[in-house]
């Protein structure tokens, strides 16, 4: 793949800062000054046209004056005056400018248009445009400080991408203090056309970076910023800090970026999909980055407490219980061993008090055997510095114990003077110590976090479910009838309808418009019955009197239809009323009232919600929220997420409900969500779900002409695995092959591919002889984001010696989405049996199919067989004029 087009920007060879100042406390005297002073090796270049001279350097009138070639421009000049510049930066083959000024979309219409002025400069021009209203870039390794920081930034393997320049400088001067450094730091300001997204796909391939610290307040572009940091999240922890978690920091937000911040529970929701871990404070960001990037994982989040004090280790046992972290259940055998090396009236439970007076050799032993508990997945040690105790010796026996186990070990040596030296035993060894009981619960809960929502990032479900197909026409021709008529409430029949189309069982329902009619309908369904306002206004029905329950007599239904239009109209005058639904009664004695739902969210788009049902919904607040699509574990992890899940669990004269049933529901809500891109808002609401199953008794369904993307899923932050591209091919063999989008548990199959390759065949694809992958490179190959990049895989099915991987086909969307590069591997007993033709040939027809109109790649001169094939796909051939081994292939497709 050719070089990262972020580059220019993070590492230049040269730099030209316009609006360069002698003046000290101005941006531009700070900014050059930095430039200067970090120790930058290339050219720099200062724009001032009122000096001949600025801080020792020439000063050019403008950018255009400079007649050497410039990677990156730094502006900190008036806003009005940008345009203008951007145009030269245009002019000269500038590959990326950084914008520090302010007086943008932050200020009203008349920035917000000034700033799509200078990203349409900039994206005609392929300019890489860093801000505007930001602080700048620094690359330590290359002496880079394209900023105004007043702080220096440290060498080190931590990045720092933020919003907030002001966030910025104040991490960079506590950085500075504490000796932290920093692989790269960007302030991204108003994200008006490099954001999230494109840095942390930079950053995600930088070998500089072990781990990466964001600091958001609002999201532009949900696809964008999803694709860039499941990648990195793919490779390396990524740590996130949101603010405008309230709503007047929401406001802050969005005044200060002028970015849509979203809901907050949305953006966990995303994080969760993403792989990431987010945290509160700044020092809960600094913490969760030392200990992710140190490499202690978890298996599991099961956390075992060990202490010689009982206060602090039930400080840390309700600090776990705020956190969600289950103490770990110590089994039979662990308990019979504690007890052979404790005290007798040592707590026989976790937290695992070893009491006051416990010496080293106490610790070793409770560490040890501990650890070697299966029902415990992390450990956390803590010490009180009591009168008989030996903290150093203590801390000793505690590192000697964990050597002998993989699981994560936390130290917490609680005081100062007396445990100094323990603390910096537990350093030396590289195990995890904290000053506090909570910090170190914290801690273990950033692993188990992150154990957790790297799983969920490893899960690629397709839009559709493995049960029957839904009827998604029939589903459209309703919607789209609704909207014909100008309505964006579906009637409580059509919802259901709607529901039904999508295989989700319902109770039927009836629209009426008079008494009489209600009574007919009665007698159809059987009595007794429920009636409902039919109105497209009224979303609470119960509210206004719309809701008449077990309607048992003929003469009273006639007789609730008067008096609920009466009562209806009276307190709703306004509402259109289009009489009453008339449904059976459902008596289901064991069933639980639950809702699921869909909402819009403007950032994310469609989230699906799941939680208690009933009137009362608001008031129990109990629901949790995912991107779709949704599988089995995704939806198996949203009920978890609630209270509601332990009320589905066998209680008291309550059978076990049906969750497999539920799950089910699940996934088809999540169809409605991937495929009816025009639903803006589903209720289900209650589900009743039982013994016996699951039925729809009411439904809300909210619709609206879809104009966020014409691209299918597009309305979506997650592209869904695109099932649709699985088809059947034969070899010329006659063996059958399957070919399609390759999966994250594609994994080993891929390794193993790889590690049959000759030789020769391994130097052709990756210019070097591999033995195998790295885990990088496999995450990389295998977990891909079907939006912007496609691998599609042959596979062999043979029933003997199971799957196997025999061609790869893939390409990657460059920047500018309408350009890619592809690259393509055969294994070597499969070649010219006709597998990487048509592996090609349907790489490129999906290529074109989702807007991508060239497709490009580097071959090596040698490879002969790969430029003949790329010749007769209609590849234009032509040698590279800056390295006579490689050969230019491109096609527009």
């Not at 500038?94 to 917000?112: P, R, W, Y």
């Not at 002001?166 to 920093?182: E, I, R, S, Y």
């Not at 197909?469 to 259901?496: C, N």
């Not at 290529?847 to 590849?875: H, P």
Request: with cysteine.
């Amino acid at each position: 793949m050719k070089k990262h087009y972020l580059l220019k920007v993070f590492e230049p060879t040269s730099v030209a800062v316009i609006g360069a100042s002698d003046r000290e406390s101005s941006v531009g005297g700070q900014l050059l000054r930095n430039i200067r002073e970090g120790g930058f090796a290339g050219d720099i270049y200062a724009v001032n046209p009122k000096r001949t001279t600025v801080q020792g350097l020439k000063s050019h009138a403008s950018l255009s004056a400079i007649d050497r070639p410039v990677d990156l421009a730094v502006i900190a000049i008036p806003a009005k005056n940008i345009p203008e510049v951007m145009r030269q930066c245009g002019n000269l083959g500038v590959g990326g400018a950084i914008v520090l000024s302010a007086g943008f979309a932050e200020v009203g219409k008349a920035g917000t248009d000034l700033q799509s002025e200078i990203v349409d400069i900039a994206r005609t021009h392929n300019i890489a445009l860093v801000g505007p209203n930001c602080l700048g870039i620094v690359r330590p390794r290359v002496g880079l400080n394209a900023t105004f920081a007043k702080s220096p930034a440290r060498p080190g393997h931590v990045a720092l991408v933020a919003q907030s320049g002001a966030f910025c400088t104040a991490l960079l001067d506590w950085a500075d203090t504490k000796g932290f450094g920093f692989s790269a730091v960007a302030s991204l300001g108003a994200t008006a056309d490099v954001g999230f997204g494109e840095v942390l796909d930079y950053l995600a391939v930088d070998p500089e970076t072990r781990s990466i610290l964001l600091y958001v307040e609002g999201v532009t572009n949900a696809r964008s910023f999803m694709s860039g940091l499941r990648a990195a999240a793919r490779l390396k922890p990524v740590i996130v800090v949101k603010s405008g978690r309230s709503d007047s920091g929401t406001r802050a937000a969005v005044s200060h970026t002028g970015a849509l911040a979203g809901a907050d529970r949305v953006f966990d929701a995303a994080l969760r999909r993403a792989g990431a871990v987010r945290v509160i404070s700044v020092s809960e960001l600094f913490a969760a980055a030392q200990l992710l990037a140190s490499g202690a994982r978890v298996a599991g989040p099961r956390l075992a407490i060990l202490t010689n004090g009982g206060g602090p280790g039930v400080m840390a046992a309700d600090r776990a219980a705020d956190l969600d972290v289950p103490l770990a259940e110590l089994s039979v055998a662990t308990v019979e061993q504690l007890g052979k090396v404790l005290p007798a009236h040592w707590s026989h439970s976790d937290p695992v008090d070893i009491l006051g007076d416990a010496d080293p050799e106490r610790y070793r032993a409770a560490t040890k055997i501990v650890l070697a508990d299966s029902s415990v997945d992390g450990l956390l040690v803590l010490l009180t510095p009591q009168g008989m105790t030996d903290p150093t010796g203590c801390a000793d026996a505690v590192i000697d114990a964990s050597r002998e186990s993989t699981k994560p070990v936390l130290a917490c040596w609680m005081g100062a003077g007396l445990v100094n030296e323990g603390r910096q035993k537990f350093s030396e060894a590289d195990i995890p110590q904290f000053r506090a009981p909570e910090a170190g619960v914290e801690a273990f809960g950033y692993l188990a976090c992150y154990r957790r929502n790297q799983t969920a990032l490893l899960q690629a479900p397709g839009p559709m479910s493995r049960h029957k197909a839904p009827d998604v026409e029939g589903a459209r021709l309703i919607i789209e009838h609704a909207l014909g008529e100008r309505r964006q409430t579906l009637s409580s029949a059509e919802a259901k309808a709607v529901l039904h189309a999508f295989q989700i069982p319902t109770s039927p329902s009836i629209n009426v418009a008079s008494a009489a009619e209600a009574l007919v309908a009665a007698e159809g369904v059987g009595l007794p019955i429920a009636m409902k306002i039919n109105s497209p206004d009224i979303t609470h029905k119960s509210d206004v009197g719309g809701v008449r329950l077990n309607i048992r007599e003929p003469r009273s239904v006639r007789t609730a239809f008067r008096e609920m239009m009466d009562s209806v109209r009276a307190q709703r005058p306004d509402a259109r009323i289009d009489g009453v639904t008339i449904e059976p009664m459902v008596d289901r004695p064991n069933a639980r009232e639950i809702m699921i739902g869909i909402a819009t969210d403007p950032i994310f788009g469609p989230v699906i919600s799941f939680g208690a049902g009933g009137t009362a919904v608001e008031i129990f607040a109990d629901s949790n929220v995912a991107l779709p699509p949704l599988n089995e574990y995704l939806s198996r992890e949203l009920i978890k997420g609630t209270r509601t899940a332990r009320f589905l669990k066998h209680f008291r004269n309550l059978p076990e409900a049906d969750e497999e049933k539920l799950i089910d529901v699940m996934q088809r809500v999540s169809e409605i969500a991937c495929e009816l891109r025009e639903v803006q808002e589903l209720d289900i609401n209650p589900l009743l779900v039982d013994e016996d199953g699951v039925i729809a008794v009411d439904a809300r369904i909210v619709v609206a002409a879809s104009v966020a993307s014409t691209a299918h899923y597009g309305h979506m932050a997650i592209h869904p695995y695109p099932a649709e591209l699985v088809t059947r091919w034969q070899l010329s063999d006659g063996n059958d092959v399957v070919i399609r989008p390759i999966r994250p548990e594609d994994a080993t199959m891929e390794q193993a591919f790889v590690q049959s390759l000759s030789a020769e065949s391994k130097y052709f694809r990756f210019m070097q002889n591999l033995d195998k992958l790295t885990p990088e490179m496999l995450a990389r190959f295998t977990q891909i984001d079907y939006d912007r990049e496609m691998a599609l895989v042959g596979v062999l099915e043979d029933g003997s010696s199971g799957a196997q991987m025999i061609g790869v086909a893939r390409y990657v969307s460059n920047p500018d989405r309408h350009s890619c590069e592809f690259g393509l591997t055969v294994g070597d007993e499969y070649q010219r049996q006709g597998i990487g033709r048509e592996l090609m040939r349907r790489l490129m027809a999906v290529g074109r199919d989702r807007g991508i109109d060239v497709m490009e790649g580097e071959v090596l001169a040698k490879n002969g067989k790969m430029l003949t094939l790329c010749e007769r796909l209609g590849f234009r051939v032509a040698r590279d004029p800056d390295d006579p081994d490689l050969v230019q292939v491109r096609r527009h497709l």
